[in-house]
């Protein structure tokens, strides 16, 4: 059957740019983002039905495509929004960000090529998503139910955002504190229909830690800490705040530093807990190089043929000579001003870190895939392991001719290049975890690899060219952690970026020595709590795990936006339940009702993530336009308290919506 078309790859490019778009957005408001996956084969499925020969390889084709822009964008925006944070950018040069982008996401499809082999058929790990996908694909009589489930929970979700952001009419978010003594409780949460498709999609194990991360840091974080930090540190913080601004002011100067301790951990553990099955992977990677120098060898099945090996290395090779370029580009000797011995020697230290690294964490991140799926995947852990570890080497390199503590500029200079060698990698890793899922789909559905492999570039570029006029539209529509393009800009509808600003804390206060060091170790102490508590129920057989970036990401995170994540979580949890216990009064089969009950609600979650995001995404035009995020406003600001009940009911309808598609029979 034919696998390339010209109609798929349309399809892939177009539905690769667009799920780049959404995915952005998602991740940019809430730090998370999800597998497109399942959502992408839905809909290629319905879309390919209107032509009138189609197979279920070109479906699969077409999912591989866009889903790979799906994941290209995870890599960028946890990034390279931080060169914002740290004023080195005023905007996203286009030719740049395409560039980190692009030859970030390309090497991380030449890098699971050798793996495919070593993590799919040698390891047979599960690769959860990938075998969801692929069971979508063979049950090709549901593509038109699950297109339509998209299709409402789409354009619901879009009316909703449209009256949230756009005109007003719904609150974003609901927010309250208590005081007792010197110390504020604070409790809040956005309303929002993305951030419950997330939940859902996570499942109640995830939405649980990532909640539990947040009631750390605002249930006893910033209590704690103003009850004994010395009053006039804690007023120099709060300045005039009362109530709820006081609380997440703390917890944005001091708190959430606790996060960046708890990844710094996080990551690193990942890495030592991997170590084993990554030189498993390495070790079958030279293999398949020497399998294929051989000519004596058995002739290679259609389902098994992966790109040419050759291919793999001299483009790796071939990608150090653009990656050297646009290094030099981005972070010029007039922002280092060092010898030019050292400036040359250190970009060069550079590349060659990006692809060592990049190899070593797309290994990694494949074989996370494989264990927890793309979703779950800890690309935030890897990438500020990275981020760390190279700022730690330019501090060494640069530190003898440059004193940071003095030029600040100096300091954001370094803390750049850091970031920039975080985002290729970052890029690597993010599109290897993504790609492996829709490898083992192929394998399933008797798909060629080197076919998916060519179609997983193209998805790739195709969202490289478009991620930079994105990011820019956003930014200049609602600004970015703290940063405004415009003064005057209201910071209501600001999307926080919260891994962009893990990324730029962690890079700046290397070389600027400015870290809440403290809190980090508060920090790291916590994660390495978790991580023997999930040693322990992993040696009880525990269905209920802890993955320690979970828990960090939450601590990380404004509890505002771990409140509907761990809701959507509940419901999934509910539904399976109700779902199961029905099946066995009928005598039918549970796990099966459970899976079709996961599956349609997934399905509709994705419709109220893409919704929400692609609205998120037109408002930021007029936004933008009118510099005001007030464009489109209706109401007057003293309808704010009819606004807060009207944005409640409607998330309670949402929440109501989820569950009966979920459980419906």
Known sequence: MPQITVKAVVLGILLSAILAGANAYLGLKVGMTVSASIPAAVISMALLRMFKHSNILE??????????????AAGVIFTLPALILLRYWSDFPFLDTMAIAM???????????????????????KFPEGVATGEVLKAGTEGGKGITQIAWAGLAAGLYKLGQTGLKLFSGSVSGSVTAGRSIFGMGT??????????????????VLVFAGGLISWLFGIPLYMAFANPGEVAGVVGNMEGYDAALEIWSQKIRYMGVGSMVVGGIWALVSLAKPLKDGIASSWEAVKEAKSDDGPEVLRTEKDMPINYVLWGVVALAIPIFIVFTQ???????????????????????????AGFLFASVAGYMAGLVGSSNNPISGVTI????????????????????????????????????????????????????????????????????????????????????????LLFNAYGLGGVLPREG?????????????????????????????????????IAVAIIILDKVLEAKGSDFRTPVLAVAVGIYLPLELTVPIFIGGMIA??????????????????????????????????????????????????FAIQESTDALRLVPQSFAPYADWLGAAAA?????????????K
């Open 489 to 525: 800009m209201s910071t209501e509808e600001m999307l926080s970026a919260p891994q962009a600003t893990l990324m730029q804390s962690v890079a700046e206060g290397v070389f600027a020595q400015n870290l809440e060091w403290n809190m980090i170790w508060i920090g790291a102490v």
């Open 190 to 207: 956005e309303l929002s229909v993305a951030l419950l498709g997330v939940g859902y999609i996570v499942g109640l194990n995830i939405a």
């Open 330 to 356: 981005v972070i010029d000797i007039t922002h280092l001003p060092v010898s030019s011995n050292l400036y040359w020697t250190t970009m060069g230290i550079g590349v060659l870190f990006s692809l060592v």
């Open 652 to 664: 309670i309808f949402f929440c109501i919506w989820l569950y009966k598609v979920a459980v419906k």
């Open 103 to 125: 030859f970030g996401g390309v090497l991380g499809v030449l890098f699971t090529i050798p793996l495919r082999r070593a993590l799919i058929i040698e390891k047979k790990l």
């Open 59 to 72: 479906n699969n084709i077409v999912q591989t495509a866009a889903s790979a822009g799906e994941s290209l």
């Open 573 to 622: 949890w509910g539904a399976a339940k109700v779902v199961a216990s029905r099946a066995r009064k009928n005598d039918e089969n549970p796990k099966k009702a459970k899976v079709e009950a996961e599956r349609k609600g997934l399905l509709f979650s994705s419709g109220l993530i893409t919704g929400e995001a692609l609205i998120g995404i037109i408002l930021a035009i007029p």
């Open 385 to 472: 392991a990275t981020i760390l570890a190279t700022s730690l080497i330019l501090l060494v390199l640069l530190g003898s001719q440059l004193d940071f503590s003095v030029d600040s500029s100096r300091a954001k200079a370094a803390a750049a290049a850091a970031i920039v060698v975080g985002a290729m990698v970052a890029c690597a890793a993010a599109i290897a975890g993504d790609n492996m899922q829709d490898l083992k789909a192929g394998q399933l559905v008797g798909a060629t690899p080197y076919k998916q492999q060519i179609m997983q570039i193209i998805g790739v570029v195709s969202a490289a060219l478009v991620i930079a006029p994105i990011l820019s």
